[in-house]
């Protein structure tokens, strides 16, 4: 089960470093 949480908190990180960067643009 350690394996799904670590699967969910990578699109998490992924989908706030997507703002930063449109932000910059």
Do not use: G, K
């Amino acid at each position: 089960m350690d394996d799904l949480f670590n699967f969910n908190e990578t699109p998490a990180a992924v989908t706030q470093t997507s703002p930063p960067p449109q932000s910059i643009d």
